[in-house]
């Protein structure tokens, strides 16, 4: 079975613009969560999506916004870029049978603002 | 929202020698704890978890304990091996896929 993998593998952006992440599950996990790792502040959970619907969301503002397609693929999508907002971004996706469950992270995508 | 605080932030033991890294938590509704492995340039992969109905758990060279009452739990790696370098990232759920991570711990395993 494929793991979780995500597209592109690294951008560079500059100030301003906006970016679009994608990431494909695993087959048969129907939730999808997103997180920014950075250096200082470690792994911070941005939303997370179940059935298309986003279920949780993190304290993120509100240029941070994703979806979840009929096929569970999620896409993340930051708009006006920060310098601050250079980081690897995590996607992890879970089965969920019942309550919280093991998550699979995907490889990430290096996002570079200039 | 949940606070998760992680120590040591760096930790070097001797090959062989025991490791323990320490979580606490904020919210007492909170019932997942998993453990990631995350080794340099590679994704985070979970080693061990825990839910609040039970105090200990172990797997091979790795237990996790979880004390409710006090709001922590720690990570044990017994007879270390230079292969356990690596940073590792305690996590806490209180519900559905939401998980508030600690800041990591860089644990280095010296031959």
């Known amino acids: 079975k494929a793991g979780v993998t995500q597209t592109p593998r690294y951008l560079i952006k500059t100030r301003g613009q906006q970016v679009t992440l994608s990431c494909s599950p695993i087959s048969g996990h129907r939730s999808v969560s997103w997180y920014q790792q950075t250096p200082g502040q470690g792994l911070q959970f941005l939303f997370e999506y179940f059935s298309e619907t986003q279920r949780n969301k993190g304290n993120f503002p509100g240029r941070f916004s994703g979806r979840q397609f009929s096929n569970s693929r999620s896409e993340m999508n930051v708009s006006t870029l920060e310098l601050g907002d250079s980081a690897l971004y995590l996607c992890a996706s879970s089965r969920e049978l019942a309550g919280v469950n093991e998550q699979f992270f995907g490889p990430g995508t290096r996002l570079t603002v200039l | 929202g949940e606070n998760v605080e992680q120590h040591p932030s760096t930790l070097s033991v001797q090959e062989g020698d025991s490791a323990v890294i320490k979580c606490t938590y904020s919210d007492s509704a909170s019932n997942y704890f998993p453990w990631y492995k995350q080794e340099l340039g590679k994704r985070p992969q979970l080693i061990i978890d825990i839910r609040s109905n039970v105090g200990e758990k172990k797997d091979q060279r790795i237990a996790v304990t979880l004390n409710k009452t006090a709001k922590h739990f720690s990570l044990h790696i017994t007879e270390t091996q230079p292969e356990d370098s690596a940073v590792y990232f305690c996590?806490?759920?209180?519900?559905?896929?939401?998980?508030?991570f600690g800041t990591g711990t860089k644990l280095q395993v010296i031959p």
């Open positions: 996590g806490v759920s209180g519900g559905y896929q939401k998980v508030t």
